[in-house]
């Protein structure tokens, strides 16, 4: 069974940056969509970054272009994402998601009905 774990959220200044790391488990495939949602109350929960573990394309929300990055570790065990430049529009609940197999990225992010497993999520504050 596929467990994800996220970790890193906290509290911080506008402009400044956190890196939250979703540790994975289970996972017995080669290849898999990995992506980092978030949400604020009373809306939806929106992609913010995905990718396929089995290539180097990623696909971020405009929203964060240029501000975040996402990576995974050698071991495909791990992944990250390194917010820069944060704002307070980036607050919210952070999940990490997981989909078995290789996933076209600019589809995947549209919706969270593309991913099977989701970790229990990691607030992040930033206030201005």
């Known amino acids: 069974q596929v467990q994800l774990v996220e970790s890193g959220g906290g509290s911080v200044q506008a402009g400044g940056s956190l890196r939250l790391s979703c540790a994975a488990s289970?996972?017995?495939?080669?290849?898999?969509?990995m992506g980092w949602f978030r949400q604020v109350p009373g809306k939806e929960r929106e992609g913010v970054a995905v990718m396929d573990t089995g290539d180097t394309i990623r696909t971020y929300a405009d929203s964060v272009k240029g501000r975040f990055t996402m990576s995974q570790d050698n071991a495909k065990t791990t992944v990250y994402l390194e917010m820069n430049s944060l704002k307070p529009e980036d607050s919210g609940m952070y999940y990490c998601?997981?989909?078995?197999?290789?996933?076209?990225?600019?589809?995947?992010?549209?919706?969270?009905?593309?991913?099977?497993?989701w970790g229990q999520g990691t607030q992040v504050t930033v206030s201005s």
């Open positions: 998601t997981h989909q078995r197999g290789f996933c076209y990225t600019y589809r995947a992010i549209q919706s969270p009905t593309n991913f099977d497993h």
């Open positions: 289970g996972i017995t495939h080669s290849r898999s969509c």
